[in-house]
């Protein structure tokens, strides 16, 4: 079945995140979930006469390159830093994950908040748990989500979070085995972090991933100055924290860190020539007190990047108002972040950086019609500020100002996931 949506069209290449493409009278064309034309409707009217209008701004549907699904009910827990935050809060909440039911809960309302926001895709942690997994899994293919996931290795985990060396393989090779292949599903190992699995479990996970070409790694890096001062103190021949996974073949062009706020020059030299990337979290790091993301590191360094909710630490599940963060850290250390930018890393560099940007992250034909309706005028102040304004103005407010309630609908494979009610 064919579906033709005239709209304001906007996305931003994956080549580059200065090349943007803008037709302000858009045709977009989805045939069995794939767009097979893009352009000017001046220019494909004729061959597209039966178009469904959408009011407002269109762009490819957001990616969140780092976020925790169990974390959900823990949002706006008070006091905290990392290390301390995690003891007091999260581990104690995803020790409920053992309960499949409550998995299933959690990841239902969890696919659906991301739904609400705009969101389409994202990279998940999981708890230590195999159903924890197979819930997530279940719920993102009931709806057709692109979800990229994998069971959280822990060795020196907490009581009740605790696996081995032997049983995380083993269950990271069943759930590769189960879900490889089905829908539109990916896998990641993912040790917690670096405190978190023995020298053991961590050279098994380099393992784990030399032998799955087509799975990601994903973890943490350099978040916290406590953290980094721990793992140094842990790993003390490892030049910078960094150092401490590539010893153990960690550091690959399929390994997304999250944060990385702490790098050193070294450390962004290696991962750029490794291929490796960050999803940066400004909401989580403001949150914990962490830092801010240096912007400016990076872009000497050229290393790939994508945006991250980071949700429980993160603040929201919005990726509009997680890019406005974005722009506050950038500016903390006199770095700019434009708005296509902002756009850039929510969409196409987030779906580089997950390796599936020939399925999302541009709207370009051949690739899935996952889009999001934008409404700049959702509340009285946004209206207000963007009346009249240029397509920059616009993409700054909703970035500044918008959250969920800019989010008119959501399209999974071009059909309507989620529409906001009045």
């Not at 494909?44 to 039966?50: I, M, R, V």
């Not at 469904?52 to 762009?59: A, D, H, I, K, S």
């Not at 085995?177 to 670096?194: E, H, I, Q, S």
Request: glycine share 8%; proline share 4%.
């Amino acid at each position: 079945m064919i579906r033709a949506y005239r709209a304001e069209l906007l996305s931003v290449s994956h080549d580059a995140p200065d090349a943007v493409r803008h037709e302000p009278d858009g045709l977009l064309v989805v045939e069995d979930g794939v767009v097979i034309a893009r352009g000017a409707y001046p220019d494909l009217a004729d061959k597209y006469p039966d178009v469904e209008m959408l009011p407002g701004l269109v762009v490819p549907g957001f990616i969140d390159a780092h976020v925790h699904y169990p974390q959900t009910d823990r949002i706006a827990s008070y006091g905290e830093q990392l290390l301390d935050w995690l003891d007091k809060h999260i581990f104690p909440a995803e020790k409920a994950f053992a309960d499949k039911a409550h998995a299933d809960a959690v990841a239902a309302f969890f696919l659906d908040e991301l739904l609400r926001n705009g969101t389409t895709s994202a990279l998940v942690y999981p708890t230590v748990h195999e159903q924890s997994v197979d819930a997530l899994f279940e719920a993102a293919l009931e709806r057709r989500m692109r979800i990229v996931s994998g069971k959280v290795l822990m060795d020196l985990g907490p009581e009740g979070l605790q696996d081995t060396v032997a049983s995380g393989r083993a269950e990271t090779e069943a759930l590769i085995r189960r879900w490889r292949g089905r829908g539109r599903l990916g896998y990641a190992v993912t040790p917690r972090f670096a405190l978190a699995s023995s020298d053991a479990q961590l050279a098994d996970a380099g393992a784990l991933l030399a032998e799955h070409p087509d799975v990601l790694m994903h973890t943490h890096l350099s978040e916290n100055v406590h953290e980094v001062a721990a793992v140094a103190a842990r790993f003390p021949d490892s030049a910078d924290y960094l150092d401490a996974y590539d010893r153990f073949g960690l550091v690959t062009p399929r390994s997304v860190f999250a944060h990385g706020i702490h790098l050193s020059d070294r450390a962004c030299t290696r991962l750029h020539e490794s291929g490796a990337g960050v999803a940066v979290c400004p909401s989580s790091n403001l949150f914990l007190g962490s830092g801010h993301f240096n912007f400016g590191q990076a872009d000497r360094h050229a290393l790939r990047l994508g945006l991250g909710t980071d949700v429980g630490a993160g603040t929201s599940f919005s990726m509009l108002r997680t890019a406005g963060l974005a722009y506050q850290a950038a500016l903390a250390r006199e770095d700019r972040l434009d708005p296509f930018r902002a756009l850039y890393l929510a969409t196409a560099g987030s779906a580089s950086l997950l390796h599936i940007a020939d399925r999302v992250g541009a709207l370009e034909v051949g690739q899935e019609a996952d889009f999001v309706v934008l409404d700049s005028a959702a509340t009285p102040l946004m209206e207000r500020r963007t009346e009249g304004a240029d397509l920059a103005t616009r993409l700054f407010a909703l970035q500044i100002l918008g959250d969920e309630r800019a989010i008119s609908r959501t399209y999974l494979l071009g059909e309507c996931a989620y529409k906001r009610t009045p």
